[in-house]
């Protein structure tokens, strides 16, 4: 039955009323915060692929401009004073160059669109991050952290097994890794061309931060021309390489230079050094840092910046004792080392632990003291008199009494 006009004039009120009655729930305001908090430590997450896609069009950039200004030079000679013969020659090398230059342009643009979808890919993952399905992105989240150690330490086939299994490849920075993974190993076998080219790919990004990086290279192998004792080489190698350092870095130019005198074998400690083997890892942690600095990386791992966001809020000096239960995380070592450069917590208001139970003890578990001083709940004194017919012994002193010897504390 159809309504009429008034009628459904009457209805509308209603209506509105009943739909303004039941507003959707918002999310709690805390859940809100926590989220935005958290979206805020993500700033590698769009940043180290966003540094690859720039670098990506870099390079792409001055291959085209190599390539073509080698046709462009070479058409003047095709087109001169030459045989039939000798014309179709070059001209036939200019179109397999050219042929050749379209190959890499599509190969360039392939990995510059790869890279455009992984950075859409991670902001629409950032996105996604809603409260109601926050457990499943924490999780991602937590799988992403430990990749990126895994990846920072060097186990690399771990961190890729780990990204396979959660499918989770695009939200990683595997390739990035990988890059670097060459010159690192490099570094160990004691090679440094591999980082030289890697300087000179990035010599515009490095120049602008200041890095000492190369010329730290070139003083190395320097040292080790020193060491196999080819000091005429060596001479002609920093003629070459380190006197174009020597307006900014004279004193180590000075300092290194003055090995040509000392050798391999000097006692003497300023020059022992520069030949000890540990250099080449100070080269590895060094190339490290620039790395993680030219694709906006933290240089530390991401899982130590959370674990010492956790731990802030738990060190006190009470940690640090030897008494320190097991519960308390930093009753371990890793976790310590990790905490030692945080401040203590501040703690507005202090907390009865019991030695015993490890329960709080508060107004629901009072706490009890013996006649020798020491302080315990009411659950836990309760308990062992009750399995010692009414008998307690403090743990720490070994004193025995009744449990109606104990006087219940007060706490202002």
């Known amino acids: 039955m159809s309504s009429t006009p008034m009628e459904m004039d009457a209805q509308l009120p209603t209506a509105t009323a009943t739909a303004t009655a039941t507003p959707i729930a918002a999310p709690p305001p805390s859940n809100l915060a926590k989220l935005a908090e958290s979206l805020k430590l993500e700033h590698q997450f769009l940043r180290v692929p966003f540094e690859h896609y720039k670098k990506t069009i870099r390079y792409n950039h001055r291959t085209i401009e190599k390539e073509v200004s080698a046709v462009i030079s070479g058409v003047p000679a095709a087109a001169s004073d030459i045989s039939r013969e000798e014309a179709v020659r070059q001209l036939t090398s200019l179109v397999s160059r050219l042929q050749g230059l379209k190959r890499k342009l599509e190969e360039g643009s392939q990995t510059e669109q790869l890279q455009a979808q992984r950075c859409r890919t991670r902001l629409e993952h950032l996105e996604s991050a809603e409260v109601d399905n926050l457990p499943k992105w924490n999780s991602i989240r937590l799988k992403r952290i430990l990749v990126d150690y895994m990846l920072r330490m060097s186990y690399y086939d771990t961190a890729v097994k780990l990204a396979e299994s959660s499918n989770i490849q695009d939200l990683v920075d595997i390739d ?57 080489q060596a001479i002609s190698y920093a003629r070459k390489y380190l006197a174009p350092w020597g307006a900014t870095h004279m004193k180590e130019l000075q300092r290194v230079m003055a090995t040509l005198a000392f050798r391999s074998n000097t006692e003497c400690s300023t020059y022992k050094v520069l030949f000890e083997e540990r250099q080449w890892d100070y080269l590895v942690d060094q190339f490290k840092q620039e790395f993680y600095k030219l694709y906006g990386m933290t240089l530390e791992p991401l899982l130590h910046i959370y674990l ?13 004792k030897n008494a320190c239960t097991n519960e308390d995380p930093l009753s371990q070592e890793g976790f310590r080392k990790l905490a030692m450069p945080l401040p203590f917590s501040k703690q507005h208001h202090s907390k009865l632990v019991c030695y015993i139970s490890k329960e709080l003890m508060d107004c629901d578990n009072p706490p ?37 010897d104990v006087v219940k504390a007060f706490i202002s």
């Open 176 to 232: 990035v890794f990988l890059e670097a993974k060459k010159v690192i190993e490099a570094l160990e076998q004691k090679e440094v061309a591999p980082a030289l080219a890697w300087c000179a790919d990035n010599k515009s990004r490095l120049k602008k931060t200041k890095s000492k990086f190369e010329f730290q290279l070139r003083l190395q192998e320097f040292i080790e021309l020193v060491r196999t004792e080819n000091s005429m």
């Open 308 to 320: 010492q966001a956790g731990l802030c809020a738990l060190k006190t000096p009470y940690c640090y």
């Open 368 to 404: 009890l003291v013996l006649p020798n001083g020491y302080v315990y709940s009411t659950r836990a004194l309760q308990e062992m008199a009750k399995q010692n017919n009414g008998k307690i012994s403090c743990p720490r002193t070994g004193l025995v009494c009744e449990y109606k």
